[in-house]
RNA sequence: GGGUGAUUAGCUCAGUGGUAGAGCGCUUCGUUCACAUCGAAGAUGUCGGGAGUUCGAAUCUCUCAUCACCCA
């Protein structure tokens, strides 16, 4: 049966890819034929997700190394998964439920409304996993784990592979709880008003806005004053005043409610006369004015604003630093939504007793917390209404600092500049440093084994790039605050008794035996997503019970994942996996950058730049996108993604294709594996070319470095195969004594190109392995090559079939610039050639003549007139050319050659001249150059033969 | 401000000390029995600037410029 001239990815992907998964040709260990394994964990894509760029690409860079191994006979498991994303997912089903106009989260309750989670789970959950079968990925599907297995309300039993994963979040958990590598406390952390969460300094995106900057003065205590001086770098005096108070810039007033001290630098001469009294909190009722002292911290910068900083520990992190170290109290001023408190006594209570702690009464950060110190008339309002509302009463009042604009008229001073602002990477909101109860990891703790793990080279990070940007965050690390305000999640295994103590045990029961007997109640907070993320490599091998598969596949080898959650899970991964189970989950990381637009630009939906590889996948097919993926895959490279690109590997396919749709109408097509024994040199040459390419595509593999992979593929396949040897076959295929093991021999180099082709082009390459007729086994499932170009490349005809294509190119060239008639066939003169040459022509004469649409060769030595001359290797060929030539063309020609070549024969001769280069470079280098110029020098001499004999024609 | 990287053909990018490369695009020619999703031939580079190390630098070092990303 004819193969159809073109294939259609549409109709024969989804069958290849029930065909693999009918006969389990992915499950673990398939096809095993060593006892080594190789395992890749997935990075979990949210269970919220769909298929983007990026993860079509990083997993298509997985299914490669996942199919090269198991071809390889390695015990392998592609490990699948998916994380359970908790803002994510909440927010998925708050909305889901808001758009159907069913009750709300709060009005459910925590369990009504994980029911709908878990509902909404089995139902949408498992969009991603279908869109990933689409590329081709070929994941153990079999044992597709979840981040919440097993967690109370999962409705599912035995079907999933990691039903203990709750069990193992919980154990972890406990564990570290009880070594105190957990522990609780007030810390401000980055809340998110809009989910009403604390979320990781990770989970914040800091972006430039346009922001301003007031100025107000503090007035010193009872109406004091001093010498503010100002001098300019030299110290000569520029400015010198009598003032009663002292200036503040700031970008956020509404915290200077709860304000603590006022900062100045301690080298700061400014302010050295004041240091030490308090100073007056310009707002709120007058007869209730705060006093605050005036204190010295190296936190300020004295050349930026007034050089004074107002110190409110509750609302800034860098405030939060320089009151702890002050020992000031941190006033809370905002509620769990970013709107200004209305709790607790009215504010002139809060107030006076503020005041009897600035003036050095003991306090306690429980009871600080308790203080409302938003005045009566700001209470409730939203963060930026009571910014507003703040700047006009202290203008009003006049201790805004004045300046005059353009007509001259005094205003205040409010600078328009950009300022940085932290904002929800989930809910786009701006974040509100919010002093909370909080859950922490003290990371110091673990995170010594992680960094080893690199330091030591254990564990390699690709880029080396990596590594830096590694040890900069680990060796910096802050405490990671893995409690979450949520429902959706992991429940923190920790109980309190009617007192506030804590008892940690995995189960309720087993927290009650601790406490006595007492009545508990729950933490009513969940673990952070990247909590549990963080014991993937393990939790989904069955783990904390002993499991084959924990034994067989842990540790993993090779995680593939993007450079933007290095932070977020790589390293996390490292940690716990030391701290838990002291290995480290893996030994090569590779990373790779967001995948952007062909310009280069970050896709976003706002842009409209994104591009859906779905739709991709639909158009050219997934293998067009895969050898498009492999091929940007340059180690550290930006990974810019155009659709002209892809369409070009879209077109390699098809000319794969038609090769084998050639092979098979010649009857070569599916060879028996067994090497042919070639005598003809075309046939002795493409294996010799197959076994280079075996060497090169493992070896790119081996070092991760899947463009170098692609490329060769793409060269031999195209460059070699295509355009060579399917053409030098044409004439052996018709003669009587090559005819059969060219046959044998074509159909045995396109089942090695399907073979290594097929980890980054499965359907296609399965789909003409199909083709061929009876098969012992697919190609997902065929074993990977190993010879070597020791055992198969004959040096010979690897030189002859290299002279023959440069005589064949030379030919072409000559012909096309003299505008030799495309169809015409010619007589060539062999005017002198040497033996390796002589030999060459008479074994592939057939061949030449052919390719270069010739129609005789003679020998002789005398030249008629008006020939063009062509110089190869070893001698030099005419065409006589009378009637067409046009002289001066061929003289342009051939000066243009020679120029080209003198150029080349000075650099060469100019570095075997110099002794210096003889006596320092290796003696292959030395010798190669010479070679190189001996060959240059006799092109060149025939080359300037030909040019004089146009000459002496004139 | 700190960190990391980039700068090579018109475009997108490979290229870790030994004769500057690929794909796309461009020009000319071509319905040769696998392929027009194709074939043949061709043009195009002070490898960002400057300095240094070296027999030899796109590659190593320093410096300047521009850009990108991450963290403040």
């Known amino acids: 049966m004819a193969m159809e001239k073109t294939f259609d990815p549409q109709f024969a992907e989804p069958r290849l890819y029930q065909a693999w998964e009918q006969a389990g040709a992915f499950r673990a260990g398939a096809n095993r034929s060593r006892d080594e394994t190789f395992t890749i964990m997935i990075p979990p894509p949210n269970v919220t997700g769909a298929l983007h760029v990026g993860h079509a690409f990083n997993n298509t860079l997985q299914d490669i190394l996942i199919r090269w191994h198991r071809m390889r006979g390695f015990d392998t498991l592609w490990q699948p998964g998916q994380d359970h994303a908790g803002i994510a997912t909440q927010l998925q089903v708050e909305k889901m439920l808001a758009a159907q106009g069913a009750p709300g989260r709060r009005e459910l309750g925590r369990e009504k409304f994980l029911e709908k989670v878990w509902e909404w789970k089995g139902k949408y959950g498992d969009t991603i996993i279908d869109q990933l079968k689409r590329l081709g990925a070929s994941c153990d599907w079999s044992r597709n784990a979840f981040t919440m297995a097993g967690a109370p309300g999962d409705p599912r039993t035995g079907h999933e592979n990691s039903p203990n994963f709750h069990d193992a979040v919980i154990r972890v958990f406990v564990n570290m709880y009880e070594k105190g590598l957990i522990t609780r406390g007030k810390r401000l952390v980055n809340w998110d008003p809009h989910f009403e969460t604390a979320i990781s300094d990770l989970e914040v995106e800091n972006r430039e806005v346009d922001g301003h900057m007031w100025h107000f003065k503090y007035p010193l205590a009872d109406g004091e004053t ?28 509404e915290t200077m409610l709860g304000d603590g001290a006022v900062a100045v630098h301690p080298d700061d001469a400014r302010y050295a006369p004041i240091v030490g009294k308090l100073c007056e909190i310009p707002v709120g009722p007058k007869e209730f004015r705060r006093l605050i002292p005036i204190i010295t911290d190296p936190y300020p910068d004295p050349d930026f604003g007034s050089g004074a900083v107002k110190i409110t520990g509750a609302h800034d992190f860098n405030d939060y630093q320089v009151a702890r170290r002050g020992h000031i109290p941190m006033y809370r001023l905002m509620d769990t939504s970013a709107h200004m408190r209305s709790d607790g006594a009215p504010y002139a209570e809060a107030a006076a007793r503020a005041q009897e702690i600035a003036n050095g009464a003991d306090f306690t950060e429980a009871e600080v917390d308790t203080l409302n110190l938003v005045p009566d008339d700001l209470r409730g309002l939203d963060r930026y209404e009571a910014r507003e509302r703040v700047v006009r009463q202290i203008t009003e009042e006049g201790l805004a600092v004045m300046t005059t604009d353009a007509d001259g008229n005094a205003v205040p001073l409010v600078e328009n500049k950009p300022i940085m602002q932290p904002f929800g990477d989930r809910s786009g909101v701006v974040i509100e440093p919010m002093l909370t109860d909080q859950w922490f990891v003290d990371t110091a703790q673990i995170v010594g084994p992680a960094l080893e793990a690199v330091r030591s080279g254990r564990v390699k990070i690709m880029p080396e790039s990596g590594e830096k940007v590694f040890y900069h965050w680990l060796e910096n690390i802050e405490p990671w605050c893995i409690s979450r305000q949520l429902w959706w999640g992991h429940q923190i295994p920790v109980w309190y008794d009617a007192e506030g103590n804590e008892y940690c045990a995995a189960s309720e029961e087993a927290a009650r ?52 959650i290095l932070f977020f899970w790589v390293a996390r991964m490292m940690m716990m996996s030391q701290a838990v189970l002291g290995e480290d989950p893996f030994h090569t990381v590779y990373l790779h950058q967001l995948v952007r637009d062909e310009k280069g630009q970050k896709m976003s939906k706002t ?19 895969r050898f498009t993926m492999a091929q940007m895959a340059a180690i550290g490279g930006v990974l810019k993604l155009s659709t002209d690109r892809i369409k070009g590997y ?24 067994t090497l042919p024994a070639a005598t003809a040199p075309a046939n002795k040459w493409i294996i010799g070319e197959v076994a280079r390419l075996r060497e090169s595509v493992d070896e790119a593999l081996t070092a991760l470095r899947f463009n170098d992979a692609a490329n060769a593929l793409y060269a031999f396949t195209w460059g070699k195969l295509c355009d060579w040897y399917l053409e ?35 359907f296609i390459t399965e789909e003409i392995w199909g083709l061929a007729g009876a098969r012992g086994n697919m190609l997902i499932h065929q074993d990977w090559p190993e010879y070597t170009t020791d055992q198969l490349l004959d040096a010979e005809a690897d030189r002859e079939m290299n002279w023959v294509i440069s005589l064949i190119e030379a030919i072409r060239s000559a012909r096309a610039q003299m505008h030799v008639p495309a169809g015409l066939k010619i007589p060539v003169i062999l005017q002198e050639l040497d033996e390796a040459g002589h030999s060459a022509l008479a074994e592939n004469e057939a061949l030449i003549r052919r390719l270069a649409r010739i129609e005789s060769i003679t020998e002789q030595a005398e030249l008629p007139k008006g020939c063009i001359t062509v110089a190869v290797p070893g001698g030099s060929f005419a065409l006589p050319l009378a009637e067409i030539i046009d002289v001066d063309a061929e003289k342009a020609r051939l000066s243009k050659a020679l120029d080209k070549l003198a150029k080349e024969i000075r650099g060469l001769a100019g570095r075997v001249n110099n002794p210096k280069f003889v006596a320092s470079a290796p003696a292959e280098v030395v010798a190669e150059t010479r070679a190189n110029l001996a060959l240059r020098e006799e092109e060149e001499a025939r080359l300037r033969e030909a040019l004089a004999r146009l000459e002496a024609l004139d």
């Not at 009545?519 to 084959?548: A, E, I």
């Not at 004439?731 to 009587?736: E, F, I």
């Open 650 to 673: 879209r077109n390699f396919g098809t000319k794969l294709w038609n090769a084998a749709r050639f092979a098979e109408m010649n009857g070569a097509l599916g060879s028996d594996g």
């Open 728 to 762: 030098f076959s044409k004439p052996l295929l018709a003669s009587d004594d090559k005819a059969a093991e060219t046959r044998a021999t074509m159909a045995w180099a396109i089942d090695q190109t399907l073979t290594m082709l097929h980890p980054i082009m499965p």
């Open 513 to 564: 035996e601790k406490a006595g007997g007492k009545p508990l109640t729950r933490d009513p907070d969940v673990l952070d997503t990247w909590f549990s993320s963080g014991l993937w490599p393990f939790g989904t091998l069955g783990w904390p019970q002993d499991t084959p598969e924990m034994r067989r596949y842990f540790p993993t080898d090779v995680l593939i994942t993007g450079q933007d």
């Open 226 to 253: 001093y010498e503010y001086v100002e001098r300019d770098e030299d110290g000569n005096v520029t400015l010198r005043e009598t003032r009663d108070y002292i200036s503040i810039a700031t970008t956020r007033p």
């Open 607 to 625: 842009k409209g730049n994104v591009i859906d590889p779905l739709e991709i996948v639909d158009e050219f097919g997934a293998d067009a996108l």
